[in-house]
């Protein structure tokens, strides 16, 4: 079975997955009959899909502009494990664009977000780079520029903060003052100065902190969704054996470097696809399970002849885990969040 096929059984697959039909025959109760290189590519496929589905996105984003190398690794750093609630919220940065910085003291700086409307922001901090020419104590202040209501071109106080080292700053922000902006687009106008009375300031004003090139800006923003769901016990099961006929969980590891997609896909370098496949005979019927979803619908492409036509008892996911990812989206924003059940880790019948 060549590509072509395997595309033509795709489209077959998601007509299953989309019908909610109620037939007796099991659809992951039998052996596969692909070829191990067509259902490697089938496999992959439908990575790439479960992968855009649990981010809700259509289709892989497209990195024009990459941040910086140094920038990014950077700013990764700053992205701790445990910082988000799992399968509840997620952390983005998003570097920063000087769109106007015709004073050695002032720089105006856009960011181009893309927040979930599902999800409401609850932290934010601006990171700065200030310059070795550092005289004395800073004073620097953070402008949103244009909020809505406002005429354009009027600005709003957001914090101001007292500077005496060089180097790295993280600034905390009022997470309620940079909501609100349908367009996704957010402006902070940067006023940063010696503070009056310094002395060692002398000749001409110097450019203090560094808005472009490895030490560009950038948000660190926390968002929540704001009807948190509830997450699901883990539990484990066996790994099918080669010769296993009953009901257990097949593994594939898909690589993200062999879909071609680690140019958006930052961490991990890939992730489980574990699948449910095998017979339940009528006595393991009853067996803790949950409805047929994506995983058993997916697989009701490799099923052979079914032993028990008449039953419709059926080997399905019955625990499963999110998938952490760090990924680049279409603004070049780095974000970090948990994509709920992506990962099945027990099977039984249903």
């Known amino acids: 079975m060549g590509l072509p096929d395997v595309q033509l059984w795709l489209v077959l697959l998601w007509a299953l997955v989309r019908a909610q039909g109620t037939g007796s025959v099991c659809p992951s109760c039998g052996g596969s009959k692909l070829a191990p290189q067509a259902e490697r590519a089938l496999v992959l496929e439908l990575a790439k899909q479960q992968i855009l589905d649990g981010l809700h996105l259509t289709s892989r984003p497209r990195i024009t502009h990459p941040p910086p190398q140094a920038a990014l690794t950077r700013a990764l750093r700053r992205l701790q494990p445990g910082s988000v609630a799992p399968g509840n919220g997620e952390e983005v940065i998003s570097f920063a664009t000087v769109t106007d910085s015709t004073s050695a003291y002032s720089s105006l700086l856009t960011f181009h977000l893309s927040t979930p409307r599902s999800h409401h922001l609850y932290h934010a901090r601006l990171w700065l780079h200030v310059l070795p020419t550092l005289p004395g104590t800073l004073c620097l202040r953070i402008f949103r520029w244009g909020p809505r209501r406002r005429r354009p071109g009027s600005r709003t106080l957001l914090a101001e903060h007292h500077i ?7 600034l905390t922000l009022p997470s309620s003052g940079l ?3 349908k367009s996704g687009v957010l402006k902070l106008q940067l006023d940063c100065r010696p503070l009056e009375g310094n002395s060692t300031v002398t000749g001409q004003p110097r450019r203090l902190v560094d808005t472009a090139g490895h030490q560009q800006p950038f948000l660190e923003l926390k968002i929540r969704a704001n009807e948190p769901g509830a997450g699901r016990a883990r539990r484990r099961t066996p790994t099918c054996e080669p010769a296993t006929p009953l009901c257990c969980r097949r593994d594939h590891y898909v690589d993200f470097q062999e879909l071609g997609w680690r140019d958006w896909i930052l961490q991990p370098e890939g992730y489980q696809l574990n699948y449910c496949s095998g017979q339940c005979p009528p006595h393991l019927a009853g067996s803790p399970g949950i409805a047929a979803s994506f995983h058993s619908a997916v697989f009701s492409l490799l099923k052979a002849n079914n032993p028990w036509p008449a039953s419709t ?38």
């Open 313 to 350: 008892s059926c080997c399905v996911p019955t625990a499963r885990r999110p998938l952490s990812l760090l990924y680049l989206d279409h603004n070049g924003n780095v974000v970090k969040t948990d994509v709920p059940d992506m990962v099945v880790e027990a099977c039984g019948c249903s």
């Open 164 to 170: 005496t080292n060089l180097g790295w700053h993280a």
């Open 179 to 181: 909501r609100g902006e």
